[in-house]
């Protein structure tokens, strides 16, 4: 499940001309995973636990959020360009944890395995999914038209950032779709 997204745009600032950044950069740090804790020496405690403690609507959950700087700079026809684009996605993860799984009989635990695998499978999809949309971001960016002004060029990046995010945020819902919010998977451990 796809829990919220958030995306962030820094504005456009003028090109530092000593900086080397590169002109297209995507930063994707490895997913934060975090965790709720859940007893149960059931199957179906635990699901109540994960009902009553869970975030709303599935087990597990992924936040996402994307950032972009971008710095402009004059072109030889007088212009004004993008320099580079810094897209930062980043992606953290709730899942549940079983704290009392040491009480539980072996076929529980398997049960248990087989389901958390799954969950986590599918939200490491989104954010293998929101690395991919960063990167299109980048490029979306930095291939934004040379504008007559500084201030319509920082206008243009805004709305193909806007443009980004809606296209973005559509393919994480299509994901959620095609997958059940990843029952699919999880109906395999019944
Ligand atoms: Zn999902």
């Not at 009553?52 to 087990?59: D, Q, S, T, V």
């Not at 929101?130 to 299109?136: D, I, L, R």
Request: proline share 4%; glycine share 6%; aromatic share 4%.
């Amino acid at each position: 499940m796809l829990a919220a997204f958030l995306l962030l745009g820094a504005g456009t600032q003028p090109a530092d001309p000593d900086d080397d950044d590169a002109e297209v950069q995507v930063r994707a740090p490895e997913p934060s995973v975090e965790s709720y804790d859940v007893r149960g020496l059931s199957m179906s405690a635990l699901r109540d636990e994960v009902e009553a403690k869970g975030p709303e609507g599935g087990a597990g959950t992924s936040r996402v959020g994307l950032r972009f700087e971008a710095t402009q700079r004059s072109n030889a026809k007088g212009a004004c360009e993008v320099a580079t684009v810094r897209v930062i996605a980043e992606t953290r993860i709730l899942l549940p944890s079983w704290i009392d799984k040491g009480l539980a009989t072996r076929d529980l635990k398997d049960r248990w395995a087989c389901l958390y695998r799954a969950l986590e499978e599918h939200e490491r999809g989104h954010a293998r999914i929101h690395v991919e949309n960063a990167q299109e971001v980048a490029r979306a960016l930095k291939g934004t038209p040379p504008q007559a002004n500084c201030v319509d060029l920082a206008k243009e990046v805004t709305r193909r950032f806007d443009a980004a995010k809606a296209a973005s945020f559509a393919k994480q819902q299509a994901f959620d779709r095609d997958t059940d919010h990843g029952r699919k998977e999880r109906r395999a451990c019944e």
